[in-house]
Nanobody
Framework: QVQLVESGGGLVQAGGSLRLSCAAS????????MGWFRQAPGKEREFVAA???????NYAASVKGRFTVSRDDAKNTVYLQMNSLKPEDTAVYYC????????????????????WGQGTQVTVSS
C-alpha cells in the first residue's frame, strides 16, 4: 500500500514555470515506476510523463522538451518540472505509482498504475 500526496500546483502565467512534487509513504518507493497524468475539463485523463525505477523517462509528445520528470528515492519523492507553460497545460495533475519488477518500465497507460494521489490544480493564464 502506497499513499501519494501531490503539491506545488497553482496559478502561473503563460511562459512561466512550476515544479510539482509527489511524496510517497512507505519504505518500498524504489520498487515503483512513477507517472504523472493530467485531466482538463471535458477531457479524459491523459499521460504526461513517467519515470522507471532506474530513471528511464517517457514523455507525452505535447510536453517533451518542456517538462522534466525526476525522482529522489532517498526522499521518496517524484518531481515534475514544468517550463514554458501554455494555457493548454491547465489541468488537475495526478501522480501515480506502478508496482514493477522491471527496472526500465515507464508505462503511459493509466491502467498500469496501482496507486494515485489526490491531484493538484495547475492553471496557466494567457
Amino acid at each position: 500500500q502506497v499513499q501519494l500526496v501531490e503539491s506545488g500546483g497553482g496559478l502561473v502565467q503563460a511562459g512561466g514555470s512550476l515544479r510539482l512534487s509527489c511524496a510517497a509513504s512507505g519504505r518500498t518507493f524504489s520498487n515503483y515506476a512513477m507517472g504523472w497524468f493530467r485531466q482538463a475539463p471535458g477531457k479524459e485523463r491523459e499521460f504526461v510523463a513517467a519515470i522507471s525505477r532506474n530513471s528511464f523517462t517517457n514523455y507525452a509528445a505535447s510536453v517533451k522538451g518542456r517538462f522534466t520528470v525526476s525522482r529522489d528515492d532517498a526522499k521518496n519523492t517524484v518531481y515534475l518540472q514544468m517550463n514554458s507553460l501554455k494555457p493548454e497545460d491547465t489541468a488537475v495533475y495526478y501522480c501515480a505509482a506502478a508496482r514493477s519488477s522491471s527496472l526500465w518500465g515507464a508505462a503511459s497507460g493509466p491502467g498500469e498504475y496501482d496507486y494515485w494521489g489526490q491531484g493538484t490544480q495547475v492553471t496557466v493564464s494567457s
